[in-house]
């Protein structure tokens, strides 16, 4: 992984072999960001998504390996109880253009990942809903 500041966005290249989630969380603790959003492309041969129930406050995901080209990944970074919190989903489509996706909780990169994660100025917490069964925005 290697990245460049450029005032408030940071650009990233993630590398071969390495988990998105993991590298987003690395850049932001080592530049001190608290609210930011976050985009990108890219590669990746192992990737698990998931699909939230209200109805059910549970989670279904599913885990998928091969040739897959990420169509769209974007999320927020955040604060919850005063520590990094990121929030991403994912879209990702395989050789016969199908396309799965949805809350994204790792991907390995087989290829490259480039990622833009704007820098926002002020901060957004993030506080659990029982009614809803997520960690929602608390401004």
């Given at each position: ?7 408030d966005k940071i650009v990233a290249r993630i590398d071969r072999g390495e988990e998105i989630c993991q590298a987003l ?115």
């Amino acid at each position: 992984m290697d990245y460049r500041v450029f005032s408030d966005k940071i650009v990233a290249r993630i590398d071969r072999g390495e988990e998105i989630c993991q590298a987003l969380r690395s850049i932001c603790l080592a530049e001190k960001v608290g609210l930011a959003s976050v985009s990108a492309i890219g590669a990746v041969g192992e990737f698990t998504a998931g699909v939230f129930s209200p109805q059910n406050k549970t989670y279904a995901s599913h885990t998928f390996r091969g040739d897959y080209e990420i169509v769209s990944l974007s999320g927020t970074v955040t604060k919850k109880d005063g520590e990094f919190y990121q929030h991403l989903h994912m879209s990702a489509g395989d050789g016969e253009g199908k396309v799965f996706g949805g809350h994204l909780n790792s991907a390995v990169v087989s290829a490259t990942c480039e990622m833009v994660i704007t820098l926002i100025d002020g901060s957004v917490g993030r506080k659990f809903s029982r009614e809803i069964g997520l960690n929602l925005f608390e401004f």
